[in-house]
């Protein structure tokens, strides 16, 4: 964890941009919330094929004319390299200076991968303009289509000599595949700061479905405890609070460089956890 411990830390929410109207409204009440804690960024994610292009953008933007730092994810998978030149023409011409660059999943029945592959060829299409600070996320229990651990820690060195700026994990629970792979990442010489994601427990059971696909493991024991209490939705919140709020705190002791959390677009779980943690 040495080389995390350098890093001043980092605190930022992440939300995805709303379908509606009303989606719209639930989430200004949010991030109006949330910016009370001072985040260094929020971030708003995007959807595969640029569906959502329009209405990350317009999240972004109602954030940063508020006076906060908001940072639009852009992903490649199913783009042609001139769609994604106009995209990052686009933020650049909005003032935007912070992006999260993904290669993002291909939706089911799509024909083509792309012209720009993987994460490691996005970033180095962002940074030709030198004008983005440039966040890549990273797997510490291993992104499900990767080979094998070795490549995908391949896979993640190579996003960073692209120039990649910061990385941003996946969420996970096991605090220890964060540890062991900040370490590994350490003995390939990558020191870049690793902002642990952090996933806060509302509705379980979408939860562990969410988690089979995206490479996150819920440990035995917290799947077991959670599915013991069946629909006592109040149960479960407090147990996952309790156990969030734990693994953030056992996290910045170590040394993490700070937290980024999921959102969902609610306010309420991620302010308990921060006012829990005194931060
Ligand atoms: P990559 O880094 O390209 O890796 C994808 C896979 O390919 C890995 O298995 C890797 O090992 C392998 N790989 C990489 N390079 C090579 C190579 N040269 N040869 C062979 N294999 C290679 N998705 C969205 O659609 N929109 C979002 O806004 C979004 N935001 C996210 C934010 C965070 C913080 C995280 C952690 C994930 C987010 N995702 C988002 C999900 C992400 O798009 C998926 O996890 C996706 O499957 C992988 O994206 P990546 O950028 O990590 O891909």
Redesign the pocket.
């Known amino acids: 964890m040495e080389s995390q411990k350098k890093h001043p830390r980092t605190f930022s929410f992440?939300f995805?941009p709303p379908k509606t109207p009303e989606g719209m409204e639930k989430l200004r009440a949010t991030w109006k919330q949330l910016a009370q804690l001072k985040p260094r960024f929020f971030?708003?994610?995007?959807?595969?094929g640029g569906s959502t292009r329009d209405r990350?953008l317009e999240t972004v933007l109602e954030i940063q004319a508020a006076g906060h730092r908001a940072a639009p994810?852009?992903?490649c998978?199913g783009a042609t390299r001139a769609d994604i030149a106009a995209t990052l023409e686009l933020y650049k011409s909005k003032g935007i200076g912070h992006i999260?660059?993904?290669?993002?999943?291909l939706p089911s029945g799509a024909a083509s991968a792309g012209e720009v592959?993987?994460?490691?060829?996005?970033v180095a299409l962002i940074r030709e303009r030198n004008h983005f600070h440039i966040?890549?996320?990273?797997?510490p229990e291993?992104?499900?289509?990767?080979?094998s651990p070795r490549?995908?820690l391949?896979?993640?060195k190579?996003?960073i000599e692209a120039g990649a700026d910061a990385a941003?994990?996946?969420?996970f629970y096991n605090i220890d595949s964060y540890f062991r792979f900040v370490d590994d990442c350490e003995a390939l010489g990558i020191d870049l700061p690793i902002v642990p994601?952090i996933m806060p427990i509302g509705n379980f059971s979408q939860l562990a479905r969410f988690s089979d696909n995206?490479?996150a493991e819920i440990p035995r024991w917290l799947r077991l405890k959670m599915q013991s209490l069946g629909d006592d939705v109040a149960s479960i919140r407090s147990l996952g609070l309790d156990v969030v709020t734990e693994l953030c705190d056992r996290l910045l002791s170590a040394g993490a460089p700070g937290l980024?959390f999921?959102t969902m677009n609610q306010a309420g779980l991620t302010s308990t956890i921060w006012q829990r943690l005194d931060l």
Do not use: M
Request: proline fraction near 2%; charge should be negative; hydrophobic fraction near 30%.
């Open positions: 992440e995805f971030s708003c994610t995007y959807g595969a990350t994810h852009i992903s998978i999260v660059a993904l290669r993002g999943d592959r993987y994460a490691s060829d996005l966040e890549v996320a990273c797997y291993f992104h499900p289509q990767a080979r490549e995908d391949a896979s993640f190579r996003k941003i994990t996946q969420y994601g995206c490479g980024h999921y």
